[in-house]
């Protein structure tokens, strides 16, 4: 299957977890890529993944925390690629905390990256998506945007307002044939969990250690073993991004394995 063939794509936090996936899942069908990312060793180990399909991959530092960072980062992908016609949004933190002690400091760090980081992006690849081929934009929600995922406040509201954002942006540009949609993944093992749903310690402070777990109950998968891989969420954000999702703008798409029914 070659659906990104001929087709161009900047995929942020591509360094690891779902983003580095979804970098993969779009060089194996065909795309010519460009994943950036924070992390140089990130970056690296993306470009190990991909073998020979590494031909098709561009790599670009960027911080999307950064406005001058996102600016070169965004015009250096689009150079490189020759244009632009998808972009992914899948960078972010995730960070948990009692809210009574989460300082506001820490909170405005996880809406800079998440929601402010993923406008960025957007702002300065728009004028490229506008000439580029059958556009589309995949950002990054999640389960928390809409569910109660207790002791991560912070995120649930950047989330939320990428999710919000994203059905503007869809109505701001269906007639310029650019299509907005997000992904809300939930129960996936990533680069910001590891596994079990508590966040990365490489990637953040954990729960906290007095954390009610009975609050996490109602949050596991009703299908599978558990948590289920990146590449779970890579085929659905291919899929949005391709001519398979040309019908498909100003929505957002659930993969949690049940979790919320």
Do not use: C, W
């Amino acid at each position: 299957m070659n659906r990104y063939e001929g087709r161009r794509a900047l995929i942020t936090g591509g360094g690891s977890g779902i983003g580095q996936a979804t970098v993969l899942r779009m060089l194996r069908e065909g795309g010519s890529v460009v994943a950036a990312d924070v992390s140089t060793a990130g970056l690296e180990d993306t470009i190990a993944q991909a073998g020979p399909l590494a031909a098709r991959l561009t790599t670009v530092t960027m911080n999307i925390a950064d406005e001058a960072s996102v600016a070169a980062g965004v015009a250096e992908a689009v150079a490189a690629l020759g244009g632009l016609d998808v972009l992914v949004n899948a960078a972010g933190i995730l960070r948990s905390s009692h809210t009574h002690e989460t300082t506001l400091d820490q909170f405005e760090q996880v809406i800079r990256i998440n929601l402010v980081g993923t406008f960025l992006v957007i702002r300065e690849a728009i004028p490229a998506l506008l000439e580029g081929t059958s556009s589309a934009v995949v950002n990054f929600s999640s389960t928390s945007a809409g569910f109660a995922h207790p002791y991560m406040a912070a995120y649930a509201a950047s989330k939320g307002g990428v999710q919000s954002m994203t059905h503007a942006l869809a109505a701001e540009y269906a007639k310029d044939g650019i299509r907005f949609t997000a992904v809300q993944p939930g129960s996936i093992s990533s680069g910001m969990t590891d596994g079990s749903g508590r966040s990365n310690q490489s990637n953040g402070p954990g729960l906290p250690d007095d954390a009610d777990m009975s609050l996490f109950m109602k949050l596991a998968p009703a299908i599978g073993q558990g948590f289920a891989g990146p590449e779970s969420v890579a085929g659905v954000v291919a899929m949005l991004a391709s001519e398979d999702g040309a019908f498909i703008t100003g929505t957002e798409v659930r993969i949690d394995g049940g979790t919320h029914f």
